[in-house]
Structures are given as C-alpha cells and as structure tokens.
C-alpha cells in the first residue's frame, strides 16, 4: 500500500525549512498515536498529514500555549504548502 503522507511531506519540509531555517522536529509519539481527523482521509487514500506550530509551556505552568509568531508561520506554511502543490510556487 502506498504511504499516502509522501505527497504532502515534502512541500511540508519546503515550507518549514524556507520559514523557519532548520527541518521539523520529529513529533513525539504521545501528539500522534491518538485518533486525529487525518486518519479517515488517510483510511480512503486521500493525502494528509499533521503539521502545527509548536506548543509551549511556562516553568511551573500545568497548560500548554501558542505564541502568535508561531501562529502566523503555520498560516504562511499551510499557504506555500498549497502553492507549491498547485505548482505555483515559484522561489
């Protein structure tokens, strides 16, 4: 059966690298072994794939946040992850 992350995963690493300068960090095991909306699209062979901005938290903090930057970079991200897609990406 065909990996059907393999399409998205490089205009993914593209799109990060070109944003953020070094490759994603690997997710850990606890962020992806649970049931996310991805699996029934992945189940029928259409293409999808995780990818966010990064959760962090404060020394002593029991909740996890974002950081507005962060926010905005998975805006562009999931932006030129579509154009390079369509084949419009152009660097």
Do not use: Q
């Not at 593209?14 to 606890?30: I, K, Y």
Request: net charge negative.
């Amino acid at each position: 059966e065909e990996n059907t992350v393999v399409p998205l995963a490089n205009p993914i690493r593209n799109a990060h690298l070109l944003l953020r300068g070094p490759p994603p960090p690997p997710v850990s095991t606890a962020e992806t072994s649970m049931w996310r909306d991805i699996n029934i699209f992945n189940e029928l062979g259409i293409p999808a794939a995780t990818f966010g901005m990064p959760r962090k938290s404060a020394p002593d903090a029991v909740e996890r946040f974002v950081e507005i930057k962060d926010i905005v970079d998975a805006a562009k991200t999931y932006a030129l992850v579509a154009l390079e897609i369509c084949g419009a990406r152009k660097d």
